[in-house]
């Protein structure tokens, strides 16, 4: 069975400091994709990436960026320079590979709240 | 911009009542899903549908059941609800195509139900 793993529940910061989520996941795929999703207090989860099993490229978007290692099952998430705005809770997924017309099923983290401080 | 929406935000139901959370996508998505949310567990799915009156379990289905007529809207149903189902509501819906995988999905508000 797939799980994810956010093994940070909780993390406060004061603006402009860097924060990173861990996300470690378990898969028997060898073909998946990697998500995470930004909640903000407003409820809506705003998908934030894409990442699929053999792209091992780090990404930069902005202040965020990932850190895709296949050898330690890791996607881990970076905000530079953190903001107020940033706060939510932060939820790593995975896909699990099904036939074409069967939607994608995402197994969840249990999410990382990060609250940045003024 | 895909726009999921739905029915409440708030909701307030008493035990055993039968209880239905509605939600409609605008985007002619062809899946559907609805996941329910609690602190420290994540997000875990209930049901999801990627067709027209197809659905499968999820990983939680018991106590719910659901409804897809129409392809842009998805009926979570809690045929007698009780307190143990208390909890936000999230549905979602994504494109099929390609690899199905590896699309995301889009939310909606949630919907916060209570039951007392």
């Known amino acids: 069975a797939q799980k994810v793993t956010q093994a940070q529940t909780e993390i406060s910061v004061v603006e402009k400091e860097d924060v990173t989520l861990d996300c470690v996941y378990e898969?028997?795929?060898?073909?998946?994709?990697l998500f995470w999703y930004k909640q903000p207090p407003s409820g809506e989860l705003v998908f934030l990436i894409r990442?699929?099993?053999?792209?091992?490229q780090n990404e930069i978007s902005g202040r965020y960026s990932w850190n895709f290692q296949k050898s330690t099952s890791s996607f881990n998430f970076t905000i530079t320079a953190s903001q107020v705005v940033d706060s939510a809770v932060y939820f790593c997924?995975?896909?699990?590979?099904?036939?074409?017309?069967?939607?994608?099923?995402?197994?969840f983290g249990g999410g990382t709240r990060v609250l940045v401080k003024p | 911009d895909v726009k999921v929406t739905q029915s409440s935000r708030y909701l307030v139901k008493r035990t055993g009542e039968k209880v239905f959370l509605e939600c409609v996508q605008d985007?002619?998505?062809?899946?559907m899903f609805w996941y329910r949310q609690d602190p420290g567990l994540g997000l875990r799915l209930i049901y999801f549908s990627y067709d027209v009156k197809m659905k499968e379990k999820g990983d939680i289905p018991e106590g719910y059941s659901v409804s897809r007529e129409k392809k842009e809207r998805f009926s979570l149903i809690l045929e007698s609800a009780s307190t143990n189902q208390t909890s936000m509501y999230l549905c979602?819906?994504?494109?099929?195509?390609?690899?199905?995988?590896?699309?995301?999905?889009?939310f909606g508000d949630g919907t916060r139900l209570s039951i007392l």
């Open positions: 898969t028997r795929d060898t073909t998946y994709y």
């Open positions: 985007m002619d998505h062809e899946n």
């Open positions: 979602a819906s994504s494109l099929s195509g390609g690899t199905a995988s590896n699309q995301p999905q889009h």
């Open positions: 997924a995975l896909s699990e590979l099904r036939r074409k017309a069967a939607g994608n099923k995402l197994t």
């Open positions: 990442r699929n099993s053999f792209d091992e």
